[in-house]
């Protein structure tokens, strides 16, 4: 199926069924990024350490470094060029239909009772949704970071390190009292898809507090529906929205659950629950964070939200030096001297601090950004796309996988126990070993050789892969397979079920081999790579033109 993102994106979003759908009745399946680190800033994204995480211990520092009026006036860029209508058309032009955008409550709240916020941020928050509406961009307006902090740690921007959101009933007067009067500001509004009321409440050390999150949501959805009674509620569960337990209650029938997911298994078995509650509660389920890993672990983990049917945003649209989200923040020269004095080291000189400082908010519009686009490529499964073996579809056995006529259960090495187990397909390490596949690569880091995986294929078993071919792709394209044969087995090599090639694989030793000239047009295509004559090993795909 072509996606068509300019068409799709028409009027207010709204939950129907399990299913999202636009202003005209349209299903939506969102495809989004986050705007993080613009007005939450996080240390990370930055390259600091700990003694920078969160946007009150950066503030300080510029502040002791350079002055309050020049702070001022860095904070002023800052948030300026963060995120400007480049990204925003950039987003769009990708192919991304969504943007998440995190709030950090205390940069809005200038008078605490009676609320009153400050207009310059609003302003900030009405441009970007102005751009949203301008590029047909969804906006989904996320709390990061409430009154008191909702988390307890530098996400929210804690100050103690407490989730007094939840231990402080001013905190959460303020929180109900904030979202009121967002409410309020863009009730008409359809570009803005709905209200994220809670980024990660409570994580596992603080569920002390648990009981506490549903009443405030209720509250909150309560003093939403006082005004809007338009924009869709979206609920994140507890322990970095991992934990759904606390969901007690349907609180309103324009309603989507939230989950986020970081650096474990992309398999259905680790969306077991989310798939269950959906179903019960009849109600659509978004990914609305994950990321941080490398292109590889993206291929598997956004392709199963598509498999599955679950809207996702993908953290984060850029941040500082790096090769695993689309745009990477060019480093300053001087950048250490910023990271040693949060550590504890010499206090750079005021010149040289404003200088490093100025280099950096020069360096944050797009165009001084670098481009990685095996990112999104990655994300929208567009070629050039480099597919594990063992991130072949999760459609289920029939659709995406299958084992012949002469089907029979094996036992599955115990190496690859606990990832796609359901599958009952022969998943194996290439050399390791590792008792479990290891996930955890939260800085892109590339797979080790001993981390790679592949899937054993008995004669008659085969696999199923997609990718996208966006308008204006290329006529035709390559697929490269990364192979090995116990003995000598022969693959066949299908796209949208007709026969493109037959390939020979003799060697034990993993040997590329190339189809090319496979003619491809635009919308979804499927590869099918299926063991025609003894056994086959297959640790990659590589689609390009």
């Given at each position: 199926m072509?996606?068509n993102?300019?068409?799709?994106?028409?009027?207010f979003?709204?939950?129907?069924?399990?299913?999202?759908?636009?202003?005209?009745?349209?299903?939506v399946?969102?495809?989004g990024?986050g705007f993080?680190?613009?007005?939450?800033p996080?240390?990370?994204?930055?390259?600091?350490?700990?003694?920078?995480?969160?946007p009150?211990?950066?503030?300080?520092m510029i502040?002791?470094?350079?002055?309050a009026?020049?702070?001022a006036?860095?904070?002023?860029?800052y948030?300026?060029?963060?995120?400007s209508?480049?990204?925003?058309?950039?987003?769009?032009?990708?192919?991304?239909?969504?943007?998440?955008?995190?709030?950090?409550?205390?940069?809005?709240?200038?008078q605490?009772?009676?609320?009153?916020?400050?207009e310059?941020?609003?302003q900030?928050?009405d441009?970007?949704?102005g751009?949203?509406r301008?590029?047909?961009?969804?906006?989904?307006?996320?709390?990061?970071?409430?009154?008191?902090?909702?988390t307890?740690t530098?996400?929210d921007d804690?100050?103690?390190?407490?989730?007094?959101?939840?231990?402080?009933e001013?905190?959460?007067?303020?929180?109900?009292?904030?979202?009121?009067?967002?409410?309020?500001?863009?009730k008409d509004e359809?570009?803005?898809?709905?209200?994220?009321?809670?980024?990660?409440?409570?994580?596992?050390?603080?569920s002390?507090?648990?009981?506490?999150?549903m009443?405030?949501?209720?509250?909150?959805v309560?003093?939403?529906?006082?005004?809007?009674?338009?924009?869709?509620?979206?609920?994140?569960?507890?322990?970095?929205?991992?934990?759904?337990?606390?969901?007690?209650?349907?609180?309103?029938?324009n309603?989507?659950?939230q989950f986020?997911?970081?650096w474990?298994?992309?398999?259905?078995e680790?969306?077991?629950?989310?798939?269950?509650?959906?179903?019960?509660w009849?109600?659509?389920?978004?990914?609305?964070?994950?990321?941080?890993n490398?292109?590889?672990?993206?291929?598997?983990?956004?392709?199963l939200?598509e498999?599955?049917?679950?809207?996702w945003n993908?953290?984060?649209?850029?941040?500082?030096?790096?090769d695993?989200?689309?745009?990477?923040v060019?480093k300053?020269?001087?950048?250490?001297?910023?990271?040693?004095?949060?550590?504890?080291?010499?206090?750079p000189?005021?010149?040289t601090?404003e200088?490093?400082l100025w280099?950096?908010?020069?360096?944050?519009?797009l165009?001084?950004?670098?481009y990685?686009?095996?990112?999104a490529?990655?994300?929208?499964?567009?070629?050039?796309l480099?597919?594990p073996?063992?991130f072949?579809?999760?459609?289920?056995?029939?659709?995406?996988?299958?084992?012949?006529p002469?089907?029979r259960?094996?036992?599955r090495p115990?190496?690859?126990?606990?990832?796609?187990?359901g599958?009952?397909?022969?998943?194996r390490?290439?050399d390791?070993?590792l008792d479990?596949p290891n996930?955890?690569h939260?800085?892109?880091?590339p797979?080790?050789?001993?981390?790679w995986?592949y899937v054993?294929?008995e004669?008659g078993?085969?696999?199923?892969y997609e990718?996208v071919?966006?308008?204006?792709?290329?006529?035709s394209y390559?697929?490269?397979?990364?192979?090995?044969?116990?003995g000598?087995?022969?693959?066949?090599?299908?796209?949208?079920?007709v026969?493109?090639?037959?390939?020979g694989?003799a060697?034990?030793?993993?040997?590329?081999?190339?189809?090319?000239g496979?003619?491809?047009?635009?919308g979804?295509?499927?590869?099918?790579?299926r063991?025609?004559?003894?056994?086959?090993?297959?640790?990659?795909?590589?689609v390009?033109?």
């Open positions: 072509e996606r993102r300019t068409t799709e994106v028409s009027g979003l709204r939950a129907s069924g399990t299913k999202l759908v636009n202003g005209s009745g349209e299903e399946l969102l495809r990024v993080g680190s613009w007005l939450l996080e240390g990370y994204m930055w390259r600091f350490p700990n003694g920078g995480d969160r009150r211990k950066i503030e300080r502040e002791e470094l350079i002055g009026d020049k702070a006036r860095f904070w002023a860029l948030y300026d060029r963060y995120i209508e480049a990204d925003v058309r950039a987003v769009a032009a990708e192919g991304f239909n969504s943007v998440r955008i995190p709030i950090n409550a205390r940069l809005l709240i200038e605490e009772e009676p609320l009153r916020c400050r310059k941020y609003l900030l928050l441009r970007v949704i751009w949203c301008d590029h047909a961009v969804y906006a989904i307006l996320d709390l990061h970071g409430a009154p008191g902090g909702q307890g530098n996400i804690s100050e103690f390190d407490r989730p007094d959101l939840f231990t402080s001013r905190n959460r007067r303020m929180t109900i009292e904030l979202w009121r009067l967002l409410a309020a500001r863009y359809w570009i803005v898809a709905g209200y994220d009321l809670l980024n990660e409440p409570l994580p596992e050390w603080f002390s507090y648990n009981d506490r999150v009443p405030l949501y209720k509250d909150i309560r003093a939403i529906r006082e005004v809007d009674e338009k924009h869709m509620i979206i609920l994140e569960g507890v322990h970095w929205a991992t934990d759904w337990s606390i969901f007690d209650e349907k609180l309103d029938d309603l989507m659950l986020h997911k970081y474990n298994h992309p398999d259905t680790s969306l077991r629950p989310f798939l269950e509650r959906r179903e019960a009849n109600v659509p389920i978004f990914m609305g964070e994950g990321g941080e490398n292109c590889d672990w993206y291929v598997g983990a956004f392709g939200y498999d599955h049917g679950i809207s993908f953290w984060t649209w850029k941040k500082m030096d790096c695993n989200s689309p745009y990477s060019p300053p020269d001087g950048w250490p001297l910023l990271v040693a004095y949060l550590e504890g080291g010499a206090r000189a005021a010149e601090a200088r490093i280099d950096y908010v020069d360096a944050l519009p165009e001084r950004c670098a990685r686009p095996q990112v490529n990655a994300l929208l499964r567009r070629p050039p480099r597919i073996g063992a072949y579809g999760c459609k289920g056995e029939g659709v995406s996988y299958g084992f012949g002469e089907a259960p094996r036992p115990k190496a690859t126990a606990g990832f796609r187990a599958d009952r397909t022969d998943i390490f290439v390791s070993r479990r996930f955890q939260m800085g892109g880091e797979w080790q050789a001993d981390e995986m054993h294929l004669e078993e085969w696999l199923a990718f071919v966006p308008v204006g792709g290329a006529d390559t697929l490269e397979s990364m192979v090995s044969s116990d000598y087995g022969e693959a066949e090599v299908r796209l949208d079920g026969p493109v090639a037959s390939l694989v060697r034990r030793e993993w040997h590329t081999l190339r189809t090319s496979f003619p491809a047009g635009p979804t295509r499927r590869v099918t790579i063991a025609a004559r003894g056994s086959i090993g297959l640790q990659w795909l590589y390009h033109a």
